[in-house]
């Protein structure tokens, strides 16, 4: 069963960086897009963007353009997304979440991680 | 950026209630509309999918319509398990964007 299993909880300072790993197992990692979402708390959902695993093309909103970067490690099935320069409006539980098959248009997102809570406070 | 804009944010109905919560894209996205399910502090998950098609082990009480601007997620015998907040998300371009979402609570 596809399964997507993501780091635990971190807490950050203003200005540091933090990267959240999600480790992808059921499926061949290389085949479906992984995207990226995350949720302040209390408010709605937003996407931050997208990793092809199998080229590691990504694709980001405008919004966290410069900040945010995502990578995969193929080896071990495994997508990072790495937000710079936190600031306390980076709390959120991020998500990540399981696209369309590569070279396939955007769809939806079937399988989703159980999310990652981000404290950014001094 | 396309804005998604549900309603209503919030309703309240019994169970074996009809529920429609509606979503209205900010330009057309042809049928390039998901709806999500999410439960507090448990991730999103799908529903319904291309605007119509019902995810694989949803129950079929789910169902979506529409098309363009408009849209339509439908639960036609609201069950306890289905109260919850659900949201709306446009994939015909990017940034892809989700609805402020629509909590559905007990009366």
């Known amino acids: 069963q596809v399964q997507l299993v993501q780091s635990g909880a971190e807490v950050k300072k203003p200005g540091a960086s933090v990267k959240v790993s999600c480790k992808a197992s059921?499926?061949?990692?290389?085949?479906?897009?992984m995207h990226w979402v995350r949720q302040a708390p209390g408010q709605g959902l937003e996407w931050m963007g997208w990793i092809n695993p199998n080229s590691g093309g990504t694709n980001y909103a405008q919004k966290f353009q410069g900040r945010v970067t995502v990578t995969r490690d193929t080896s071990i099935s495994t997508a990072y997304m790495e937000l710079s320069r936190l600031r306390s409006d980076d709390t959120a539980v991020y998500y990540c979440?399981?696209?369309?098959?590569?070279?396939?248009?955007?769809?939806?997102?079937?399988?989703w991680g159980q999310g990652t809570l981000v404290t950014v406070s001094s | 950026d396309i804005q998604m804009t549900q309603s209503p944010s919030s309703l309240s109905a019994s169970v074996g209630d009809r529920v429609t919560i509606t979503c209205r894209a900010s330009?057309?996205?042809?049928?390039?509309l998901n709806w999500y399910q999410q439960i507090p502090r448990k991730a999103p998950k799908l529903l319904i999918y291309a605007a119509s098609s019902l995810q694989s082990g949803v129950p079929s009480r789910f169902s979506g319509s529409g098309s363009g601007t408009d849209f339509t997620l439908t639960i036609s015998s609201l069950q306890p398990e289905d109260f919850a907040t659900y949201y709306c998300?446009?994939?015909?371009?990017?940034?892809?964007?989700f609805g402020g979402g629509t909590k559905v609570e007990i009366k």
């Open positions: 059921g499926y061949t990692f290389t085949d479906y897009y």
């Open positions: 979440a399981r696209g369309d098959p590569v070279g396939t248009t955007i769809s939806c997102f079937d399988y």
């Open positions: 998300q446009q994939t015909y371009s990017t940034p892809l964007t």
């Open positions: 330009q057309s996205i042809s049928t390039f």
